[in-house]
């Protein structure tokens, strides 16, 4: 009986233990207190932007205390904007410590709103939901690398299938699907 009941609290206790992908699903389970809101769609997710750019990631980036919950703030640079201000060259993103920010050199494709307290900061919508890598196609001809009608899109962290089967294809077909 207590070899059992051993057993059972090995099995338990790596069940706790294991990695997993971060998913809407699962990071709203590991956090109740979450106020990730699930976006139905794209174009939910456009309708709440403010702001849709295509950024590069750098290395600046500080540490803050807000509100008693430790956040980042990311400076990034701004390649080309889809929807809000065309003269911005350079944004900051707050999120909360520990989420995956832009790592230097990363390409993203995000979906933002002004921050309400910090004003000079953008937060991405739904958290994850409104990040997403832009990579190198895996199945298109890859002779011209820099073109966009070789990239596509992929998410950054939290995976949504309600707005990913919306962002298939190529990133230039993607971006003019967005700017409309």
Known sequence: MFVL???LGT???FRNLQCFEPSLETESQANNNSSVKRISGLPELKNESDTIVEIVGTDKYKVIDYKGAQS???TVKVL???KGDKNLKEAKIIQLYGEMTPKNGEKLLMFLRKGIDNPDCYVPIGSGQGIYKIVQSKTK???SNNSLNN?????QSMVNDDILKDLTGDF?????????
């Open 5 to 7: 009941l051993l057993g």
């Open 11 to 13: 099995v338990l206790l």
């Open 72 to 74: 980042i703030i990311t």
């Open 80 to 82: 080309s904007v889809i």
């Open 141 to 143: 001809d890859n002779s």
């Open 151 to 155: 990239m596509i899109l992929e998410p």
């Open 172 to 180: 230039e077909t993607i971006k003019k699907k967005l700017s409309e």
